[in-house]
């Protein structure tokens, strides 16, 4: 069974920062993209940022510049550097990856989701 178990949410004052992990654990066979994905109240999840096997990231446009994706790709875990936070930043994050398990099919996976609130 595999899982995506996130970590790094909280409370943070506006320009502030914070740091969120995603590790991926179970029968892993290979990881493709990864990414954060995020939703506020009373909107729609959108994403935030992803990153390839190979390490190449693109960003949501109200995010770049202040946000970071980055990779172990030993340690099936992706990150998210968090600077300069807003307080329209306020969402809850939830990882995603495309990860070939045991069966060697693909398939999509989602984390719990981590709160993340910028508020002074």
């Known amino acids: 069974q595999v899982q995506l178990v996130e970590s790094g949410g909280g409370l943070v004052q506006p320009g502030g920062s914070l740091r969120l992990s995603c590790a991926a654990s179970g029968s892993i066979f290979s990881i493709n993209a990864m990414g954060w994905y995020r939703q506020a109240p009373g909107k729609q999840r959108e994403l935030v940022a992803a990153i390839t096997s190979g390490g190449s990231a693109n960003y949501a446009d109200s995010v770049k510049g202040r946000f970071t994706i980055s990779r172990d790709n030993a340690k099936n875990t992706i990150y998210l550097q968090m600077n300069s936070l807003k307080v329209e930043d306020t969402a809850v994050y939830y990882c995603?990856?495309?990860?070939?398990?045991?069966?060697?099919?693909?398939?999509?996976?989602w984390g719990q989701g981590t709160q993340v609130t910028v508020s002074s």
């Open positions: 995603n990856a495309d990860i070939t398990g045991s069966s060697l099919y693909e398939y999509n996976y």
